[in-house]
Nanobody
Framework: QVQLVESGGGLVQPGGSLRLSCAAS????????MGWYRQAPGKQREMVAR???????NYADSVKGRFTISRDNAKNTVYLQMTSLKPEDTAVYYC?????????WGRGTQVTVSS
């Protein structure tokens, strides 16, 4: 099972930017579907962005045009570049790795958008 460690969260003002990183263990990173999910207080966890091994991506409607997911297979790392952040983006952001129906989760990193 792959181990995932997120970093890069923090407090940012509305309109600001943050880049989240997720470092993965193991030698099979390049074939995993990697994703970022988020969970706000009192809400269900939701998919934010995903990137498959070939590089194709998909995004939640709420973040399209503002967030970009990317991966560096040489570094076993997936990134989430977030721009034009809004207060409603406040949540714990989790990294996910999926392969053959089996998924692993990181512990999450807090993102707070507030003035």
């Amino acid at each position: 099972q792959v181990q995932l460690v997120e970093s890069g969260g923090g407090l940012v003002q509305p309109g600001g930017s943050l880049r989240l990183s997720c470092a993965a263990s193991g030698s099979m990173f390049s074939i995993y579907t990697m994703g970022w999910y988020r969970q706000a207080p009192g809400k269900q966890r939701e998919m934010v962005a995903r990137i498959i091994s070939g590089g194709s991506t998909n995004y939640a409607d709420s973040v399209k045009g503002r967030f970009t997911i990317s991966r560096d297979n040489a570094k076993n790392t997936v990134y989430l570049q977030m721009t034009s952040l809004k207060p409603e983006d406040t949540a714990v952001y989790y990294c996910n790795a999926m392969l053959a129906g089996l998924g692993s989760w990181g512990r999450g990193t807090q993102v707070t958008v507030s003035s």
